[in-house]
T-cell receptor
Framework: DTAVSQTPKYLVTQMGNDKSIKCEQN?????MYWYKQDSKKFLKIMFS???????INETVPNRFSPKSPDKAHLNLHINSLELGDSAVYFC???????????FGEGSWLTVV | AQSVTQPDIHITVSEGASLELRCNYS??????LFWYVQSPGQGLQLLLK??????LVQGIKGFEAEFKRSQSSFNLRKPSVHWSDAAEYFC??????????????FGQGTTLQVKP
């Protein structure tokens, strides 16, 4: 069983569309994250949630909205997609803040 | 400002040769330290981590890393590289204690190429 799973793995969409990426972890962790990897492979945190509560929002445009229906799920919704949103988005989780973070396989988003 | 530097953007080694990937960090105090590996088209896999204790830590796939406080470094090593080790390697740091939000700061990555 995959510990942190995200869907879809690949997504190609047009500018202006709205899309969602779903993430689920079956590790029983309290904290979940979204990281973005840009075209230069630089990784940066976007959001983190602890027990469904937002604890980090790294000055991400408000077109990006995370939603955590329960502590095992953290979805990422993106409105009005722009070319610059093309990236790999990684979901991750950890037992709590300050512990080892485990990453999903990534979702490759291409905006055309 | 907190930062992580991986000085080598690209390294090529021959299969069977030893490997050392460098990582230096700038942080207010000793952070938690991690190395992750990303194979082409894949996610990030944790290789090893340092929280406290022995400064030489062992990880998966035969990797080890040594924390040197005086040099603010956490270099990754492997005595004999296999072709399957070709990948992108990321060093990362996280805060300790009350500053800990779980946020990791990553280096820019080192691409490892392995020659047959």
């Amino acid at each position: 069983d995959t510990a942190v799973s995200q869907t879809p793995k690949y997504l190609v969409t047009q500018m202006g569309n709205d899309k969602s990426i779903k993430c689920e972890q079956n590790l029983g962790h309290d904290t979940m994250y979204w990281y973005k990897q840009d075209s230069k492979k630089f990784l940066k945190i976007m959001f983190s949630y602890n027990n469904k509560e937002l604890i980090i929002n790294e000055t991400v445009p408000n077109r990006f909205s995370p939603k955590s229906p329960d502590k095992a799920h953290l979805n990422l919704h993106i409105n009005s997609l722009e070319l610059g949103d093309s990236a790999v988005y990684f979901c991750a989780s950890s037992p709590h803040t300050g512990n080892t973070i485990y990453f999903g396989e990534g979702s490759w988003l291409t905006v055309v | 400002a907190q930062s992580v530097t991986q000085p080598d953007i690209h390294i090529t080694v021959s299969e069977g040769a030893s490997l050392e990937l460098r990582c230096n960090y700038s942080y207010g105090a000793t952070p938690y330290l991690f190395w992750y590996v990303q194979s082409p088209g894949q996610g990030l896999q944790l290789l090893l981590k340092y929280f406290s204790g022995d400064t030489l830590v062992q990880g998966i796939k035969g990797f080890e890393a040594e924390f040197k406080r005086s040099q603010s470094s956490f270099n990754l090593r492997k005595p004999s590289v296999h072709w399957s080790d070709a990948a992108e390697y990321f060093c990362a740091v996280g805060a300790r204690g009350s500053s800990n939000t779980g946020k990791l700061i990553f280096g820019q990555g080192t691409t490892l190429q392995v020659k047959p």
